[in-house]
């Protein structure tokens, strides 16, 4: 079992940056796929970013160039660097770890609760 925590959510203007932080717990993610994934109310949930396992790093459309997805094994944590912030990035950010593929929300295993973010134009 893995259990993930995610922090540094909350509310931000139009141009700001967050950092989140996703702290893992049970086993190390250095095995493990990690993804962020993002719920703005009334959508479904979306990917956001992912680092595989050998630190391949993958973006949605939306968040590349702004957004950096990095991970410190040995704190085994994920973090989620979001600059240059819009109102359309405003959203329940979620942490995922897999063992599988990284693309399919089906793959991951294990979810954190979330953190919100909220960007005011």
């Known amino acids: 079992q893995v259990q993930l925590v995610e922090s540094g959510g909350g509310l931000v203007q139009a141009g700001d940056s967050l950092r989140l932080s996703c702290a893992a717990s049970?086993?190390?993610?250095?095995?493990?796929?990690m993804g962020w994934f993002r719920q703005a109310p009334g959508k479904e949930r979306e990917f956001v970013a992912a680092?595989?396992?050998?630190?391949?790093?993958f973006y949605a459309d939306s968040v590349k160039g702004r957004f950096t997805i990095s991970r410190d094994n040995a704190k085994n944590t994920v973090y989620l660097q979001m600059n240059s912030l819009k109102p359309e990035d405003t959203a329940v950010y979620s942490c995922?770890?897999?063992?599988?593929?990284?693309?399919?929300?089906?793959?991951?295993?294990?979810w954190g609760q979330g953190t919100q973010v909220t960007v005011s134009s």
């Open positions: 049970g086993r190390t993610i250095s095995s493990y796929n």
């Open positions: 680092s595989t396992w050998n630190r391949r790093t």
């Open positions: 995922a770890a897999t063992s599988r593929g990284i693309s399919a929300l089906s793959d991951y295993d294990y």
